[in-house]
C-alpha cells in the first residue's frame, strides 16, 4: 500500500525555468516530510524538509510548499540548473520516524 | 566525514545462492533502515531496527530475507536462498530520531542474481 505517491515519473525543464515536482500522501498521521535527491550510481541525498506546523520552507533556490488538507505537498527548484538533472524522491514519516518515500520523479533539465 | 558504509558495491550470484549485504551506519545514529529500489514501488522499506532491535519488518519476504544488527556498528541483510526477482539496488540508511532529522544513505549494494 504506497503511502506516499508521486505520479509524475519524469519532468523536462529549460535550463532556467522553474521546476514543480508534487507529492501526494494518504496518512493522516504523517508530520514530517522531506524531499531527496538522487544521482545515478549513488545513495540519496537529502535536500529539504518540512514539518507540518508550517506550510512552506525555503532554502536557497529550493522550496517545499505543503497543504495538509489536500495531503500534498510540492517541491519548487528557481532556477532549474543542468546539475540538478536527478531522480528526485519525496518521504514522509509519522512519530516513529519511519521513512515512507514515493516511487520518484526523474527530472532532467535541458541546456 | 562521517557516511554509511555499505559491502559489497555490487554483487553477482547464481539463484539459489546466499548473499549477506553488510552496513555501517554512522557513529551515534541508533535507527538503521534496508530499503530496495525498484522501477515501480522506488524506495519500498524492507525493515528499520532502533537501538538494534527491529521495529518493522513487514515488507521483507519473510522467507527467504532476514536482517540483524549484530552490534550497533553493523546492519546486516541476508537472503537466502536468493531468486532473480530480488535483484535490485538495496540501500541501507541510519538517522536520529530527534526532531526534524533526516537519515543519511549510503551508496547502495546492486544485486544481480542470475
Known amino acids: 500500500d504506497q503511502q506516499v505517491k508521486q505520479n509524475s515519473p519524469s519532468l523536462s525543464v529549460q535550463e532556467g525555468r522553474i521546476s514543480i515536482l508534487n507529492c501526494d500522501y494518504t496518512n493522516s498521521m504523517f508530520d514530517y516530510f522531506l524531499w531527496y535527491k538522487k544521482y545515478p550510481a549513488e545513495g540519496p541525498t537529502f535536500l529539504i524538509s518540512?514539518?507540518?506546523?508550517?506550510d512552506k520552507n525555503e532554502d536557497g533556490r529550493f522550496t517545499v510548499f505543503l497543504n495538509k488538507s489536500a495531503k500534498h505537498l510540492s517541491l519548487h527548484i528557481v532556477p532549474s540548473q543542468p546539475g540538478d538533472s536527478a531522480v528526485y524522491f519525496c518521504?514522509?514519516?509519522?512519530?516513529?520516524?519511519?521513512?515512507?518515500f514515493g516511487a520518484g520523479t526523474t527530472v532532467t533539465v535541458r541546456a | 566525514d562521517a557516511r554509511v558504509t555499505q559491502t559489497p558495491r555490487h554483487k553477482v550470484t547464481e539463484m539459489g545462492q546466499e548473499v549477506t549485504m553488510r552496513c555501517q551506519p554512522i557513529l551515534g545514529h541508533n535507527t538503521v533502515f534496508w530499503y530496495r529500489q525498484t522501477m515501480m514501488q522506488g524506495l519500498e522499506l524492507l525493515a528499520y531496527f532502533r537501538n538494534r532491535a527491529p521495529l518493522d519488518d513487514s515488507g521483507m519476504p519473510k522467507d527467504r530475507f532476514s536482517a540483524e544488527m549484530p552490534d550497533a556498528t553493523l546492519a546486516t541483510l541476508k537472503i537466502q536462498p536468493s531468486e532473480p526477482r530480488d535483484s535490485a539496488v538495496y540501500f541501507c540508511?541510519?538517522?536520529?530520531?530527534?526532531?526534524?532529522?533526516?537519515?543519511?544513505f549510503g551508496q547502495g549494494t546492486r544485486l544481480t542474481v542470475v
Open positions: 518540512i514539518s507540518s506546523i508550517k
Open positions: 518521504a514522509a514519516s509519522k512519530w516513529d520516524y519511519k521513512l515512507s
Open positions: 540508511a541510519s538517522g536520529l530520531p530527534t526532531e526534524n532529522t533526516e537519515a543519511f
